[in-house]
């Protein structure tokens, strides 16, 4: 699975930011907001959310910054094999905001870690339902058939995959492997057939 890199977490920072510096109004939620960027700036992500969820309280239009500090902070936990947190910290933000497919991707990914796979399956699903032309969705959820042996469904997301990039070497790769295993379950053919037992006459 990608790690997600730095850069995605200065770019949700960013929104963060932006979002409150725009914010007219409630003078005590924007105090809230600013204090909770600062927060996160410094990865101090108990203080980020605690800030956000009181400029929430106070102001509805702030409850964004508190679903990416719960992401960023479920982030930090599952870099830290934290993942229980990480996973409740992912279901928060998709309380405040179902509409994030990185949500669902980055809580299917700890979901993965942890062997549910299942679970996984049904996030990489919500986020193929927000997404549906991107390619790594249908790849992971392939990959996780593929590991519970279910080679109908892990081919199907796989011609997915392939059908919105043809040249995707995994996708190819897995293609190949699942036939493979396809061509080994089909029993051969022209085998010869036993030969009925004889009846014994009496």
Not at 111 to 129: G, L, P, Q, W
């Amino acid at each position: 699975m990608k790690r997600y890199s730095a850069l995605t977490l200065i770019t949700a920072l960013a929104v963060c930011v932006s979002q409150f510096a725009q914010a007219q109004g409630n003078k005590e939620a924007s105090k809230f907001a600013r204090e909770g960027a600062e927060a996160s700036k410094n990865q101090d992500w108990n203080k980020a959310i605690e800030a956000f969820r009181k400029a929430t309280d106070l102001d509805r239009k702030f409850a964004p910054n508190l679903a990416i500090a719960y992401q960023q902070r479920g982030f930090a936990s599952a870099n830290e094999q934290s993942f229980e947190d990480a996973i409740r910290d992912f279901s928060e933000a998709l309380k405040i905001n179902s509409r994030d497919a990185r949500i669902y991707e980055q809580r299917a990914a700890v979901e993965m870690k942890m062997h549910d796979y299942d679970k996984a399956v049904a996030d990489y699903s919500e986020a193929i339902t927000l997404k549906p032309n991107e390619v790594r969705y249908y790849l992971y959820r392939s990959y996780i058939y593929e590991l519970k042996d279910d080679v109908k469904n892990s081919m199907a997301d796989t011609e997915k995959a392939l059908k919105l990039d043809p040249k995707n070497t995994e996708a190819k790769g897995r293609k190949a492997r699942l036939e493979a295993k396809q061509s080994a379950a089909l029993p051969p053919v022209n085998s010869p057939q036993p030969a009925p037992a004889a009846s014994k006459s009496p």
